[in-house]
Each structure stands twice: as structure tokens, then as C-alpha cells.
């Protein structure tokens, strides 16, 4: 009996160079211009310089041998502003995160409530 399904060519690529690839695709994203915006300048003279806090990530998988898969991202963050006055004072401008005091409201509040229950059931003398 013979096979009469045609030979595959092997498609072994070494993780390696598919994740230096991925590295690569990366880093050609991640410029200059994502961690430090265009300076922008006021009818005043002031300059801002816009800040942003970039991480990136990326890997290489095979669920089956000869099938790679490769995934990258990247999340950018606004951490504040640089302010350079004409007189060439400079100074840092933090950006306010609204979402993460909400969240450490909301975690606080939570405490409470647990804490509040948790009195509340005891059993009383």
C-alpha cells in the first residue's frame, strides 16, 4: 500500500528568530514619539512636553509542533507634562488618574462594608 497524500515540507521555524521578529515589529512602534509627545508651545512662550508610560510585551507559541503563533502589545499610560517656561525653568506637571482613585474609593468602601457586617454579626454578650 502507498500514501498517495503528497509529503509536507517541514515548517519548523526557530522560535528564536519568530520572536526576535516579534521584538522587532515592537520596537518599530514603540518610538521616541510614545513615550514623549510633540512639544507643543503656548502663545506665551511656555512649552509642554507630554509623558507616557509605555509597556510592551510579546511571546511565541505552539500548540502543535510545526504552528507558531506570536502576539505583542503594548499599553500607554499619560504620567504628566514637562512645562518649560521662556526664562528656561522647567517643571513636572503629574497627570491626575481619575479611574485609579475611583478604584481605591470603591476598595475602601468595600473594607468598610465588610467591616460594618462583620461586627454587626456577632453575637452579642
Keep these: 500500500m502507498t ?5 509536507r515540507p ?3 521555524v526557530p ?6 521578529e516579534v521584538v522587532a515589529a515592537v520596537a518599530d512602534r514603540l518610538g521616541r514619539d510614545q513615550v514623549f509627545g510633540p512639544a507643543v508651545t503656548s502663545a ?4 509642554l512636553v507630554p509623558v507616557a508610560r509605555v509597556r ?7 500548540m502543535r509542533p510545526g504552528a507558531a503563533s506570536t502576539g505583542a502589545a503594548a499599553i500607554a499610560r499619560p504620567m504628566g507634562a514637562f512645562s518649560v517656561t ?3 525653568k522647567v517643571s513636572w506637571h503629574p497627570a491626575v488618574d ?3 482613585i475611583v478604584l481605591g474609593g470603591q476598595i475602601t468602601l468595600a473594607a ?8 454587626l454579626r456577632r453575637p452579642r454578650r
Design 15 to 20: 522560535a528564536r528568530s519568530v520572536s526576535s
Design 44 to 47: 506665551s512662550g511656555t512649552t
Design 3 to 7: 500514501d498517495s497524500t503528497p509529503a
Design 112 to 119: 468598610v462594608i465588610v467591616l460594618v457586617l462583620g461586627v
Design 56 to 62: 510592551a510585551g510579546g511571546g511565541v507559541g505552539a
Design 98 to 100: 481619575v479611574n485609579r
Design 10 to 12: 517541514a515548517q519548523n
Design 86 to 88: 521662556p526664562d528656561g
